[in-house]
């Protein structure tokens, strides 16, 4: 076999149970063309910071980073949930805008009847639990993951309605509002808890069973299953999760915020199916991680953010996030083709 051949080998994976079927890589290891190709979004994230430092002056300062990041973490823990529904095969859960305004409707609710800090933020956090595993377990029987978040989409977004009349929730000033307006030294909550989450759902997809098996549904659902792999039960923790740091960001974005309505999360699917596909999760499902969601994340708000400081349109920014998109999607599926050849 020459130094660069590649070869498709049974090998048992980190002792999971059943044999994987896997491309083991270049047998004399990568070329650097390939270690390049694997990391560049995190050289084009280097690239965009050092450009937007030098082309706007006020880019670089503490002051801007700070509102940067902070302006991100929200949308990014839905990204960063989303993550694994991408992974898992199942395109994308566009009934998160509902997720997030309902963690944030019964976050703030429970904590303006004076229930405390703990049971508001686990409160939005479950509430937004139950939309995901009534997506999950739809789409494990079967049901298209775009035609069924997207009806939950809509019977959520009245049920969110519902709950307070349309009106306003403001919460009650303390814990929880304290809590996410709040700073560890000098880095605030919201960004501790993003990447926390980040850390959390990386160390879950590369050490966990259940990371392995998101994988490999994503990859050949068929073959998951033939092999024995939960893929039901897959599925369905997949949306959970993701729902999970949905409804999380729901009751941060409330409390930080301090009000609460139907239209909180409006916009998020987008952005965190962007901040996704921009960082290298494929589409198709079987590929990507938590990492580099997080450098999409990131890339999206230095993007956004030079646009605001060079006092660009605001209609320009959805124009700009859609071509990245349209770019990628269009990468991916050429080079998805040009490895089938």
Not at 110 to 123: C, K, T, V
Not at 130 to 140: D, F, K, Q, R, S
Request: aromatic share 6%; net charge positive.
């Amino acid at each position: 076999m020459r130094p660069h051949d590649f070869a498709v080998v049974e090998v048992p994976v980190m002792n999971l149970g059943p044999v994987a079927v896997v491309e083991v890589g270049e047998i004399s290891g990568p070329s650097p063309w390939r270690v390049l190709k694997d990391r560049q979004i995190f050289v084009i994230a280097v690239i965009a910071v050092v450009v937007a430092s030098l082309a706007v002056p006020q880019f670089a300062t503490v002051g801007n980073v700070e509102a940067l990041l902070v302006s991100v973490s929200l949308a990014g823990l839905a990204a960063i949930g989303m993550t694994l529904v991408v992974i898992s095969g199942s395109l994308a859960d566009l009934s998160v805008p509902a997720q997030v305004a309902l963690g944030s409707i019964v976050g703030l609710m429970l904590d303006e009847r004076g229930y405390g800090f703990a049971i508001a933020l686990l409160g939005g956090v479950c509430a937004a639990m139950l939309v995901g595993l009534t997506n999950g377990v739809v789409i494990a029987a079967g049901g298209n993951p775009i035609l069924v978040t997207l009806a939950v989409l809509t019977v959520v977004k009245g049920i969110n309605q519902g709950l307070n009349d349309s009106n306003a929730v403001y919460g009650y000033p303390g814990t929880l509002k304290d809590f996410a307006n709040a700073s560890l030294g000098p880095v605030p909550v919201l960004v501790v808890v993003f990447f926390s989450a980040a850390v959390a759902i990386q160390f879950v997809l590369r050490k966990t069973r259940f990371g392995f098996n998101v994988y490999a549904v994503g990859a050949n659902r068929s073959s998951a299953r033939v092999s024995g792999l939960p893929v039901r039960r897959t599925l369905i923790g997949a949306f959970v999760i993701s729902a999970a740091l949905a409804g999380l960001a729901g009751v941060l974005a409330g409390a930080y915020g301090s009000q609460a309505d139907f239209n909180v999360g409006a916009g998020y699917e987008i952005y965190a199916l962007t901040a996704v596909v921009i960082g290298g999760t494929s589409l198709f499902g079987g590929k990507g991680d938590a990492a580099r969601t997080v450098v999409g994340v990131l890339l999206l708000g230095v993007i956004t953010n030079v646009m605001i400081l060079l006092n660009l349109p605001t209609a320009l920014q959805p124009v700009v996030t859609g071509l990245l998109i349209v770019a990628v999607v269009g990468g991916d599926a050429i080079a998805r083709r040009g490895r089938s050849r």
